[in-house]
């Protein structure tokens, strides 16, 4: 799997059209598709954290209070999985077996290090890779499987593990979309668990990435990489708060709706402004992704991370958590027509993201905006392989849906996804 053959599913271009089309609407209200686990107090809390002192003392904050010596704190999930590659000392050209919607970066980082990814399709009701097909495509050269969760859902790992131990495989588990507190994490059964706190991520600190790793030489290892990389800098950290501060206000419906407006007038759209203000890393290639992961966390980041943990309460993902089944009830009739609401049977689901798979995305994301409701750009997955996948990620769009939306707005959410089939029915 090489660069050129990922499919993106971060919103193209065409999205300034389907703004464009919604600009008609009579409201300047916009509902956008995702909201950030933030408030204003949590950012000043940040922002207070840029004098915080001593690196080694928060980094040890972070991972006792994350509860046991297995885990490292890092700068970012991108960075974790470069260090445990690195750590590995695979022979060139190994190959890791990977899911088929996935991370453009992790594939990046995979073939930078002198390994091929190989993808495994997934189910669309439950985001699992078929277990045949992964001991199908087991040759000498397979070296792990590492499995995304995505959306803030969970796959089941039970039959995956079962395959890969009797090939004698290592399994990571990248939950970087799925964190939502540390009791609901439950225990790690794989050998590497990846969660991200990145900014618009469950229990964002602005940054920064926990992993645990079972095994203790590689654990050591792991550090051992990691210290051998320069430090992030304390202004780097301090221009994500920054950032934090203008993207608050934007959350509120009339705010984004203006906002949306004036990027429409300048010839862009309000998608493609956000994803250059929340991407965690640039798209310079493959060597500038790796100088930009390889560096420990900034102090600050640090302490911001261990206050995020110790404040936790999972009050508001919980909400979340009844927001997406009301919406997916409200539209899972509609599975014989055409949609395909991803992953609504894995065990475990918390609605990070409420995604949907249809026919014609464009024209489902134009009916949203007249409605009122965004439906680009919140999540920068890929397709990298399998028909089902590739099908899915054509089709994708996210649905807004969040408890801070109150019931009447995510039930005309679901409406217009209903009009939507019925409309198109008829034609």
Sequence with gaps: MTATQIHSAVQKPDCLQVQARAGSSSSTSLYPA?????????????????????????????????????????????????????????????????????????????????????????????????????????????????????????????????????????????????????????????????????????????????VEVKDANLRQRMRDVQCGWRRQRRSSYAVKVAKAFVLLPLQHPLVYGLFSRVCVAANSSSGAVLRKMTRGFGSAGAAALLRAVRQQPCTPLLAMLAWRLTHEDGLRLARRKVAGERMLAGIAHLGGSGLTCIGHRQPLHSHWLVPVSVQNPDRLRTDLARAGFDAHGASNVVAIGGSRATSMVNGLVFLPCYPEMDGDARDRVAAVVRSHFISHAEK
């Excluded at 000392?89 to 980082?109: F, K």
């Excluded at 499995?147 to 796959?155: C, K, N, P, R, S």
Aim: hydrophobic content about 50%; overall charge neutral; some cysteine.
């Design 34 to 210: 995702l909201r950030l686990d933030l408030n204003v107090a949590q950012v000043i809390v940040a922002a207070t954290r840029l004098s915080a002192r001593s690196p080694s003392r928060w980094q040890a904050a972070v991972e006792h209070e994350w509860g046991g010596a297995a885990s490292i704190a890092f700068l970012s999930v991108r960075s974790a999985f470069t260090a445990m590659i690195e750590a590995l000392r695979w022979q060139h050209g190994s190959e890791i077996l990977v899911t088929g919607i996935n991370i453009a970066d992790m594939m990046h980082i995979i073939e930078a290090l002198g390994h091929v990814a190989v993808p495994i399709d997934l189910d669309p009701a439950t985001l699992a890779p078929d277990p045949a097909e992964i001991a199908a495509k087991i040759g000498p050269a397979t070296r792990a499987l590492v499995v995304a969760q995505l959306f803030g859902g969970h796959v089941d790992m039970r039959p995956l593990l079962a395959v890969a131990r009797k090939h004698q495989l290592m399994v990571v588990d990248d939950s970087a979309q799925a964190y939502t507190t540390r009791p609901a994490r439950g225990a790690c059964e794989c050998d590497v668990r990846l969660f991200s706190f990145g900014l618009l991520k469950s229990g964002t600190a602005l940054g920064g990435a926990i």
